[in-house]
């Protein structure tokens, strides 16, 4: 079946230095994906999103960078900030055409001041 | 103003009962969503909605029944309800079905329901 996975539940970073979320899915017909963040009582919170045409795609102090060969997904946060601190969800369309999202399990970041 | 709005935002109740949450969008979006968010905040799509036609109905009970009065507003209906419903219920919105577009999933902030 399809899934979705991230390599680490917690990522652990210093205030000002760079984070990397990594994961990884399983579907190699999904052509959309997509990262949330999940401020705790929340809902997920749209933060990017790229095409299978592209492989990097850049907004404000996050990039996504996907590598289709290998099936891998990663979301970039620079000069992480305390508000920064969330939960991190991929999410991608798999080989459906109806909106269907497959989300991975989340990454906890704990950004320290 | 908010984007996509749910009520309640926590929900207590006993097992046997039934109960029904709203969702309301005023994005003027197509589509909307009924999502569950289990204790370990893996989420998966319950079902979802498209000009008020069902287009995703994945392995639910059919003590969940959704119900789509106008394409602004998705209640999920429960009867029945049974200690492993707890959950947290997000609601959402898409402008279209992403079908190769890009078409964001906008989040309502979610009903924690807790049976008991």
């Known amino acids: 079946g399809e899934s979705v996975g991230l390599h680490l539940p917690t990522l652990s970073v210093q205030e000002g230095d760079n984070s990397i979320i990594n994961c990884a899915y399983s579907?190699?017909?999904?052509?959309?994906f997509i990262w949330y963040k999940q401020e705790s009582g929340k809902g997920p919170q749209f933060i990017i999103d790229i095409r299978s045409n592209m492989d990097k795609r850049q907004g404000q102090r996050v990039t996504v960078l996907l590598n289709k060969t290998v099936k891998h997904l990663s979301l970039q946060i620079a000069a992480t900030q305390p508000g920064d601190s969330a939960v991190y969800f991929c999410?991608?369309?798999?080989?459906?055409?109806?909106?269907?999202?497959?989300f991975g399990q989340g990454t906890t970041l704990q950004v320290k001041p | 103003d908010t984007a996509v709005s749910q009520t309640p935002k926590y929900l207590v109740t006993q097992m046997g009962n039934d109960k029904s949450i709203k969702c309301e969008q005023n994005l003027g979006h197509d589509t909307m969503y009924w999502y569950k968010q289990d204790s370990k905040k893996f989420l998966k799509i319950m079902f979802s909605y498209n000009n008020k036609e069902l287009i995703i109905n994945e392995t639910v009970p059919n003590r969940f029944s959704p119900k789509s009065p106008d394409k602004a507003h998705l209640n999920l209906h429960i009867n029945s309800l049974e200690l492993g419903d707890s959950a947290v219920y997000f609601c959402a919105s898409s402008q279209d079905i992403p079908s190769g577009s890009t078409d964001t999933q906008y989040f309502g902030p979610g009903t924690r329901l807790t049976v008991l």
């Open positions: 999410a991608e369309t798999g080989s459906s055409n109806t909106g269907k999202l497959i």
């Open positions: 579907n190699s017909a999904s052509d959309y």
